[in-house]
């Protein structure tokens, strides 16, 4: 709240507004744009108005728990059931079938990287050079979940 100069041009329907643009990636530069204020408003406003803080925190966090979780996804891989509606012999018929992303490594080797920097960062280990072995290691999970997914499911018609 200010205590002297100019009025703020806060209002406290902006937290609903800042929640959701947050929730698309939002940085406090886009918020800036987007209220059309400085950025150093956007931190002001972040620092006297817990409100908008949380709406703030609360989108950035879904948001990054959601690319988390397709990154995850992507990591190890998954199975999408999709419907497609066709015209035979005059019906309409509707096909279901089951599609399989397999895991990507790359997605595997960023997230290891990330989530157990111990044992997968970049650093060069004391004792030899144990990041063959290491990658042989993830290229073989990386294989051994590829295969399970390649199984056929009792899903897929």
């Not at 990636?25 to 108005?49: K, M, P, Q, S």
């Not at 005059?90 to 992303?101: F, Q, R, T, Y």
């Amino acid at each position: 709240m200010p205590t002297a100069g100019q009025p703020t041009l806060y209002k406290p329907d902006y937290c609903a507004q800042a929640h959701n643009y947050c929730l698309l990636g939002a940085t406090n530069e886009d918020l800036a744009g987007f209220f059309d204020v400085t950025r150093r408003t956007i931190d002001n406003w972040i620092a006297a108005h817990p409100e908008f803080a949380d709406a703030v925190r609360s989108g950035r966090t879904i948001a990054d728990m959601r690319v988390a979780r397709c990154l995850y996804e992507r990591a190890v891989g998954w199975q999408q059931t999709v419907e497609r509606t066709v015209l035979h012999q005059g019906k309409e018929m509707v096909l279901k079938g089951v599609v399989n992303h397999p895991p990507d490594t790359r997605a595997c080797i960023f997230w290891l990287r990330n989530r157990r920097r111990e044992s997968w960062g970049d650093r060069v280990p004391a004792s030899g050079d144990h990041s063959e072995d290491l990658i042989a290691e993830l290229d073989a999970a990386g294989e051994r979940a590829r295969r399970e997914r390649a199984r056929p499911s009792n899903d897929a018609v």
